[in-house]
């Protein structure tokens, strides 16, 4: 039991991104009409709508869409539950079974409608279960093989990544003049080789410095996006997500998994998560793409 709970925690690509949550809608709704126009699961024989199978999939499938599109605004309202930072294996099967329900609901109301089919308890289920069968058995097929792809893929790639990060910290360090970072409104100069991350948190950017051995975190009066443009000057710095820039020189491990990467940058911090948008660029960035 242990295993599957291991298993169903694992990262998996999530919905931050409403692009991704519409693509994926489009797919289903494709496939439910496929299935209904081909497969007919529904037996409606003389009861499609004017006697043709391929416009009665096209309603049954259009009113799955609407209902689909429709369910996006739990992600515009909670969008950090949808993030790939916090997706998972398991919250995916979640989102499976809910679309699925959403589409049975649809079908549902759309026999009613028609009066095909009395509104009651036991239809439902009863095209729920055709809905499962249908639909939902094979695409957890596709979702694991696409899961166990990315997850292979992103740990090939963190591999090649850490071993790259390891034959750089055997060089010796090169000696050269202190540089710079431009904080506003804060006095004392920062050097970039102490630099590991900065993060946008509400009113305040969160600066977080190595001295020492320890870190020390600043808290500042400034955007993100004011940080980045005076100091753009510095290839070191990486925007691996909306709300974090980070010092790729800082970076000690790559952790791969199927929803991205994960950075170690120092023992005394958590992990930076590199958004899905930013992966490819990430790549490219530790020159392996």
Known sequence: MNWILAILRHPHPGYANFSVYFTISTATAAGVFLILSFLQPLNLGDRNILGDPYITALVY??????????????????????????????????????????????????????????????GYFDMLWKVILVGFFPYLVVLLIRHTYLMKRSLQKAATMNISLMLD?????????????????????????????????????????????????????????????????????????????INKNKITWVEGNAAGYKLRM??????????????????????YC
């Open 169 to 245: 910290n055997k060089e010796a360090p090169v000696e050269s003049a202190p540089q710079y970072i431009s904080l506003q409104r804060f006095i004392k100069p920062i050097d970039i080789n102490t630099f590991i991350s900065a993060e946008s948190k509400g009113d305040y950017l969160m600066v977080n410095i190595a001295r020492n051995g320890e870190v020390e975190e600043l808290a500042l009066t400034t955007t993100l996006e004011e940080f980045q443009t005076e100091n753009e000057h510095f290839e070191q710095l990486f925007r691996c997500r909306d709300e974090v820039i």
């Open 61 to 122: 499938a259009g009113g799955s869409y609407i209902t689909m599109l429709f369910s996006s605004i739990w992600i515009k309202l909670f969008p950090q539950f949808f993030s790939d930072e916090r997706w998972t294996l398991g919250k995916e099967i979640l989102m499976c079974i809910y679309q699925m329900v959403s589409i049975t609901t649809a079908m549902w109301l759309i026999n009613y409608t028609r009066g095909v089919f009395p509104l009651h308890i036991h």
């Open 266 to 287: 120092h023992p005394k911090l958590p992990s930076v998560f590199v958004s899905r948008e930013k992966a490819a660029e990430f790549r490219k960035q530790m020159d």
